[in-house]
């Protein structure tokens, strides 16, 4: 079963950037679509990007397009989410997800463990 591990997490002050990761040890990335989710404290998550199998579509949520880019480096067997001018308000756990068909589903069917970001002065 496809199993996903979320890294790059941290404390990072108000406008202050973070990167990503999401890898699948194991399995080869290339073939999912992915998407990154947020769950704020007392929330429930939500979807934050999504890139489509093989990288030709990407979409973004309103509250962070401009700031955040998703990319993907299937050499690298690895997604990423580039995230800048940070704010308080993006701080919580950021989940990625796959799903084997080649554009962004609406319900993914294989989630990470998350990993915490923390946007603090």
């Known amino acids: 079963q496809l199993q996903l591990v979320e890294s790059g997490g941290g404390l990072v002050q108000p406008g202050g950037s973070l990167k990503l990761s999401c890898a699948a040890p194991?399995?080869?990335?290339?073939?999912?679509?992915i998407g990154w989710f947020h769950e704020a404290p007392g929330k429930e998550r939500e979807g934050v990007s999504c890139i489509s199998r093989g990288g030709d579509s990407t979409n973004y949520a309103d509250s962070v397009k401009g700031r955040f880019t998703i990319s993907r480096a299937d050499a690298e067997n690895t997604v990423y989410l580039q995230m800048n001018n940070l704010k308080p308000e993006d701080t919580g756990i950021y989940y990625c997800?796959?799903?084997?068909?080649?554009?962004?589903?609406?319900?993914?069917?294989?989630w990470g463990q998350g990993t915490q970001v923390t946007v603090s002065s």
């Open positions: 997800a796959a799903d084997p068909g080649g554009s962004c589903p609406l319900v993914f069917r294989s």
């Open positions: 194991g399995f080869t990335l290339e073939y999912y679509a």
